[in-house]
């Protein structure tokens, strides 16, 4: 027993701090290059449902960009709220504001109005933003320098993630570390020898040609997670999306207050598993064993063990504040968002058994 807690303690978070420090060495940054003032036409498409709070804010950014081959397509997808009044609101000669169309049988809303979006656009590159990410002016002319840099075919930037109260302050992070640890570890994304490969749904600049090639939003109609499996695609034909860091110029709140951040995560979860009670329990009892045993062998022993993991929870913890920064007094609540990311993973796994997951006012089956 000792020695499971002690690998539980240690191992698990000395992996995510060697990740976060390989990261720090590897990873692609726009501070690394010079913003283009102009270029190949860049399409803008955002899918918008429901996002009257931030819509307005999120086009107004991307109207201000000073790249200069530019336009925007805001895509309304049936929104029950103000959006469609809040985006015309930020209309410019770049904007145009379109009127999605009723959701097809098994196509999932998010994805259908990004095709909507591509079917409306011309440009050479395309990227796919959500409608509450603002983004700082020179953004879309540093991305597309990078990519030139890179000679890629597309890129995916890192948001920040910002947060206010207890409970987006405790999962957030806890999210963001579990998501670059053990979802998708830098290493492996950036060896073309795995096909683990991730994208940030705020920002994912492609080429044309490489989203066609692997058929687009079409060939991934039914993902609720539509940007992890777009990445994956185009990782497996060949064009993987460059990872990279914004530089604090792509900015989101993710989801506002505590029950908006657990049913967010709750479909997150469940999509990502698939609706297996089984692999999710496996999941759920190691992530949580995994977040106490730190805890659990400073106070019973091993004391040295256990205060070894605490230092390298806080560690792991504090290596993403690049990306979800928050106030320091609250890094010691990294275990307790681990643990209920655990939970929430176990509780979505139902989901699907019980009629599918709702999110955005809509339901969708298994």
């Known amino acids: 027993m000792r020695k499971a807690i002690t690998l539980l303690a240690v191992v698990p978070w000395a992996w995510c701090v060697l990740v976060a420090a390989l990261d720090r060495r590897h990873r692609l940054s726009l501070d690394d290059v010079e ?41 309304d997808d049936e929104s029950t709220d103000a959006t469609a009044t809040e985006a015309r609101a930020a209309v410019t000669d770049r904007v145009r504001i379109a009127s999605g169309l009723p959701v097809p049988a098994g196509w999932v809303g998010k994805s259908w109005a990004c095709h909507q979006g591509f079917e409306l656009s011309r440009g050479e590159w395309l990227l796919f933003t959500d409608a509450d990410i603002r983004h700082a002016p020179d953004t879309i002319g540093r991305a597309l320098a990078l990519v030139e840099a890179e000679q890629v075919d597309g890129v995916t930037l890192l948001p920040v993630i910002e947060t206010a109260g207890l409970v987006e302050q405790t999962i ?74 914004s530089g604090g110029r792509v900015r989101v709140r993710m989801y506002v207050g505590a029950r908006e951040t657990l049913r967010g995560w709750r479909k997150n979860t469940s999509a990502g598993l698939g609706g297996s009670i089984a692999v999710a329990a496996v999941l759920a009892g190691s992530g949580a064993a995994s977040a106490l045993a730190p805890t659990v062998a400073f106070v019973r022993g091993p004391r040295l063990v256990g205060a070894l993991g605490l230092a390298l929870q806080v560690a792991a913890r504090a290596a993403s504040d690049e990306v979800c920064p928050t106030p320091r007094r609250t890094w010691p609540l990294f275990p307790a968002g681990a643990l209920s990311l655990s939970i929430i993973s176990l509780i979505s796994s139902t989901d699907r058994l019980r009629g599918g997951v709702v999110w955005r006012g809509r339901r969708y089956g298994p």
Do not use: C, N
């Not at 940030?200 to 939003?217: C, N, P, T």
């Open 172 to 245: 957030q992070p806890a999210a963001a570390v579990l998501i670059r640890s053990f979802v998708a570890p830098g290493p492996l994304v950036r060896s073309r020898r795995t096909p683990v490969a991730i994208a940030a749904g705020g920002f994912i600049l492609v080429s044309r040609a490489a989203y066609e090639g692997v058929g687009g939003h079409e060939a991934m109609r039914y993902e609720l997670v539509d940007d992890q499996a777009l990445a994956v695609s185009l990782k497996k034909a060949g064009t993987p999306l460059a990872l990279a860091g």
């Open 35 to 75: 913003p283009l003032a102009d270029g190949p036409l860049v399409s803008v498409i955002v899918p918008a449902r429901d996002e009257e709070r931030g819509v307005q804010a999120a086009i107004a950014s991307l109207a201000a960009q000073e790249y200069g081959a530019l336009e925007v397509i805001v895509v």
